[in-house]
């Protein structure tokens, strides 16, 4: 029997950190899908197994909680493991540590098993046969639901989503979301807050050429705060996510 658990180190290069040099959290994301790719891999449905059955595994709901952002040239540990289902969603936490035991990061996702021609989730039982589970153990001990409409949104952002955005499922990875939500603040705004958390929520997928349209509410700024997000396809017709990051502020 395989063990629950799988954990993999990175070295944060150069390009994965931002100007105060702190990790990005887009990188993290990358990391995290690596992570968890490379063990499904490993127990048996991974992606060219799946692709064969014409399926996929999409991130659906995730939540980050940052304890501490990682610098140039640190290790850290990435550990995965599955906890179960819950209806059609796969239950996956994520642990990010130092090489020395620090605690950095907090993750609790859900993940759907997407059938490529309908894009339709499927019933996950027969998948999780050959996969081992760890449910009483949580990273982060949060359900993840819907998040509330923005109710004064600003426009921030507008992309087009191009080849670097594409990955093997043919729409935009998730991890090209998160870096459209971070780009969605001005620079001065990261000399002023650290990033606490996030939560991103995708609800349609956005593919080659389409363009997004980003809104944020507005808000004050305190020592802890809160801003919603949203992603809207169609001159803002279609909803593609919705997210919510936290911060807390930079004390010198």
């Known amino acids: 029997m395989q063990a629950a658990h799988w954990e993999e180190a990175y070295r944060l290069r150069s390009y994965e950190v931002d100007f105060q040099n702190r990790l990005r959290l887009s990188a993290l994301f990358h990391f995290m899908q690596e ?25 659906s709901r ?52 997407v ?15 050959c996969m081992p589970v760890d449910p009483g153990n949580h990273a982060l001990d949060r359900r993840l639901e819907k998040l509330p409409p923005l109710e004064s949104p600003e426009e921030v952002l507008t992309v087009t989503a191009a080849y670097q955005q594409i990955d093997l499922n043919r729409h935009v990875n998730n991890a090209h979301y998160v870096r459209w939500v971070m780009n969605s603040f001005p620079l001065n705004w990261y000399q002023r807050y650290h990033l606490a958390g996030l939560q991103i929520n995708f609800l349609a997928e956005t593919r080659f050429g389409e363009v997004l349209t980003l809104y944020r509410e507005r808000t004050g700024e305190g020592e802890r705060l809160s801003q919603g997000i949203e992603g809207r396809k169609n001159d803002g017709q279609a909803l593609a996510f919705q997210a919510r990051v936290d911060w807390t502020r930079v004390h010198s």
Not at 41 to 48: A, K, S
Not at 115 to 129: N, Y
């Open 35 to 59: 992570t968890a790719s490379n063990q499904i891999e490993r127990q048996g449905v991974g992606i060219d197994v799946l692709r064969t059955a014409n399926l996929a595994w999409v991130l």
């Open 62 to 113: 995730l939540l980050i909680v940052m304890d501490r952002c990682p610098g140039w040239g640190e290790e850290i540990l990435v550990k995965t493991w599955p906890r179960g289902i819950e209806r059609l969603f796969a239950l996956r936490e994520f642990l990010i540590s130092s090489r020395q035991g620090e605690v950095l990061g907090r993750v609790t996702s859900n993940w759907l098993l």
């Open 115 to 129: 059938d490529l021609t309908t894009r339709r989730p499927k019933r996950l039982e027969e998948v999780f046969k």
